[in-house]
């Protein structure tokens, strides 16, 4: 185990970042706008202009981050293989994390899960 402690670093590393890259890059292709990165206390996240997006189009910003830490997580899986049951375990936890609505944090769940409902209520923005 100690010798994975560099590749697991640099997982977390890497999924971070492409997490929050992965919400600027869609909210930029779809129209929206980054404005910074954003650090609260523990927490790092990116802010991002949506006023011109449609509600749908909101939820595949906050899908991307997600998403983006899936392939960071099968290019790992590609370079050590035989550690495929860490990366998926690190990759599981991190989603429960941020996609599980906790309503205490502004985490991609809580936000998805408001846009849910906005949509099921038939209610705008």
Do not use: Y
């Not at 697991?8 to 999924?15: E, I, K, P, S």
């Not at 983006?68 to 290019?75: R, T």
Request: with cysteine; hydrophobic share 60%.
């Amino acid at each position: 185990m100690t010798t994975m402690v560099i590749p697991l670093l640099a997982l977390a590393c890497a999924m971070v970042l492409a997490h929050e890259t992965g919400h600027v890059v869609v909210t930029r292709l779809l129209g929206g706008r980054w404005l910074g990165v954003e650090f609260r206390g523990w927490m790092l996240g990116v802010r991002l202009s949506v006023k011109s997006l449609s509600l749908r189009q909101v939820a595949w910003t906050l899908v991307a981050g997600p998403l983006a830490e899936a392939m960071v997580v099968a290019a790992f899986a590609l370079i050590w293989p035989a550690e495929l049951n860490w990366w998926l375990l690190i990759l599981g936890l991190q989603w429960m994390m941020n996609l599980i609505p906790w309503g205490l944090i502004p985490n991609d769940g809580t936000r998805l899960w408001r846009i849910l409902r906005h949509h099921a209520l038939g209610t705008a923005r």
